[in-house]
Nanobody
Framework: QVQLVESGGGLVQPGGSLRLSCAASGRIFSINTMGWYRQAPGKQRELVAHITNGDSTNYADSVKGRFFISRSNGKNTVYLQMNSLKPEDTADYYC??????????WGQGTQVTVSS
């Protein structure tokens, strides 16, 4: 089992920045990829960014050039640096991990609100 705990959400003005963190515990050696998803009210959950153990990344078109995903050296923490935030980035953000057995794990979510 893998447990994920997110932190770093909050209220920020348009154009501002936030950094989300996700700490993994448990069978972290089994983690293959980690990522961030978000779900806005009334919308489906969508992929924001994704990073592999080899540090390959991919991003949703809507966040390219503004958001950056990274992992700690120990690979047990993943970060999402969010810059130039827009009101449409408002959502609950969820950390995800997939292990080598294709099991999916989710954090409890952290709320990000972009508003003046």
């Amino acid at each position: 089992q893998v447990q994920l705990v997110e932190s770093g959400g909050g209220l920020v003005q348009p154009g501002g920045s936030l950094r989300l963190s996700c700490a993994a515990s448990g069978r972290i050696f089994s983690i293959n990829t980690m990522g961030w998803y978000r779900q806005a009210p009334g919308k489906q959950r969508e992929l924001v960014a994704h990073i592999t153990n080899g540090d390959s990344t991919n991003y949703a078109d809507s966040v390219k050039g503004r958001f950056f995903i990274s992992r700690s050296n120990g690979k047990n923490t993943v970060y999402l640096q969010m810059n130039s935030l827009k009101p449409e980035d408002t959502a609950d953000y969820y950390c995800s991990a997939t292990d080598y057995y294709t099991n999916n794990y989710w954090g409890q979510g952290t709320q990000v609100t972009v508003s003046s």
